[in-house]
Nanobody
Framework: QVQLVESGGGLVQPGGSLTLSCALS????????MSWYRQAPGNEREFVAS????????EYADFVKGRFAISRGKAKNTIDLQMNSIQPEDTAVYYC??????????WGQGTQVTVSS
């Protein structure tokens, strides 16, 4: 089982930037896919971006393409989400997720991102 702890959320102005980080611990396999999801008040949790742990291939939701970038962090066993050109509609709790075939996914506790001037 993988444990995940998100950090880096906060208040940011429209057009600004923010980097979220997800610290991973426990058993991490090459088959793991690490993802960021978000959930705004009154909305369902939605996929934002993912990265394959072994090969580094990435996928993005259409609404963040060209603005957000997911990567393995500089610190060991971390996943970062670089958020640029942030808009008010990006306000949400952002969750880190670790998934691999045949296993229930693991979730972090979430970090709040609020976009407001």
């Amino acid at each position: 089982q993988v444990q995940l702890v998100e950090s880096g959320g906060g208040l940011v102005q429209p057009g600004g930037s923010l980097t979220l980080s997800c610290a991973l611990s426990g058993l991490i396999f090459n088959s793991h896919v690490m993802s960021w999801y978000r959930q705004a008040p009154g909305n369902e949790r939605e996929f934002v971006a993912s990265i394959n742990w072994r090969g580094g291939s990435t996928e993005y939701a259409d609404f963040v393409k060209g603005r957000f970038a997911i990567s393995r962090g500089k610190a060991k066993n971390t996943i970062d989400l670089q958020m640029n050109s942030i808009q008010p509609e990006d306000t949400a709790v952002y969750y880190c997720n670790a998934a691999r075939p045949g296993r229930a996914p693991s979730w972090g506790q979430g970090t709040q991102v609020t976009v407001s001037s």
